[in-house]
């Protein structure tokens, strides 16, 4: 599993470096994947963690909800999504009812009776597809390709490693 650290999660959820430490530590709202070692080192976030703190951040900006009484739906709902493919999310909303139960919907599902919020994932998995270097839905209908594009980038990116063996450095 691929985890980034504070700077890189701050970046992606839109949250201040402050604001995600209290967050994720202080308050334990979405707690991070690998807490940090010592005081002054990074935590590490996964794609999930970083597409919760997402939905929280709009849910709190954009509708004003409270998001401390939802502590435990978010960690029910980033369960959910460490048992999920990212492809398959694409397409997918995020509904909370007016009785405060936050669930995925499929596309085609139809909304429960009663007032709700409606959270459509796309815009949200585009940052965490582009942050992460995944693939989208598109990729889904055709092939996957074998490496990602960070990897291949960062291999480029660094000169072969040349080693001399003894017996060269004697002769030399």
């Known amino acids: 599993m691929r985890l980034v650290p504070t700077p ?12 995600l430490r209290e967050w994720t530590s202080r308050r334990a709202l979405v707690p991070a994947d690998v807490r940090p070692r010592q005081k002054g080192s990074p ?4 794609w999930q963690t970083i597409l919760v703190l997402r939905l929280a951040l709009l849910l709190r900006d ?24 990212f492809i398959a999310l694409w397409g997918r909303r995020l509904i909370l009812t007016s009785q405060g139960e936050l669930s995925l919907l499929d596309e085609h599902a139809q909304q429960p009776a009663g007032d709700a919020i409606l959270l459509h994932l796309d815009p949200h998995l585009a940052v965490v597809r582009d942050g992460f270097a ?27 490693k040349v080693t001399v063996s003894r017996e060269r450095r004697r002769s030399a």
């Open 62 to 85: 954009r509708f004003g909800v409270e998001l401390q009484f939802h502590k435990e739906n978010f960690a029910k709902l980033r369960k959910e999504l460490h048992s999920a493919s």
């Open 8 to 19: 890189v999660a701050s970046q992606l959820t839109g949250l201040s470096t402050e604001k």
């Open 134 to 160: 995944m693939p989208d839905a598109a990729a889904a209908v055709g092939q996957l390709d074998l490496f990602s594009l960070s990897s291949v980038w960062q291999s480029a990116e660094r000169p072969p």
């Open 43 to 46: 935590a590490q976030f996964s």
